[in-house]
């Protein structure tokens, strides 16, 4: 199976306030009330018929900025190495990122949103509703990340953070 190609065509655009990857949190919790807007290309108007009662949204997009693939890095969270299939990170071998974020409203084909963690320009490949129901689950766990705690997450989630410290995260 690892032979196929898969071939995904942007279906619109992220708007975001941020222009430098350095500007952005490193997580959508820490970009709250950052508001943004997706632009969905014409022909994919149709697709949003009932999206409007949902009031949070998973977007998913390329990190088309993100020139680098490793499988393996120390994460912001962590002076630890970690696989990058055990982070978020956007050195991924097929550049393939995930957001979840609030949904305020839509008008035609512009959504408008908040909690974003997301490059401006960024192209968009699909959305998916958030389901309380489904995608919530009760005594999840978060493998190393549940290790971590909160205030380590506030502090080192901020590219600020980095700057200070002269390093940057991988």
Known sequence: MSGYIFNF????????PYKKLSEI?????????????????????????GLQGFSNIYLFYCFNRSEDTCLRLKTYLSDEEHGIFATRAPYRPNKLG????????VENNILYVKDVDILDGTPLLDIKPY???????????????????DDV???????DFYKQKKIQPI
Do not use: F, H
């Open 9 to 16: 065509k942007p279906i619109g655009v992220i708007s975001s």
């Open 25 to 49: 949190p490193i997580q959508p919790i820490l970009c709250e009330n950052i508001e943004g807007t997706v632009i969905l290309d014409t022909p994919y108007i149709d697709g949003l018929k």
């Open 98 to 105: 995930m957001s979840l974020v609030q949904l305020e409203k």
């Open 131 to 149: 389901i309380k129901r489904i995608d919530s689950r009760e005594n999840a766990k978060s493998g190393w990340v549940d290790a971590v705690p």
């Open 153 to 159: 997450i506030s502090t080192r989630g901020l590219r």
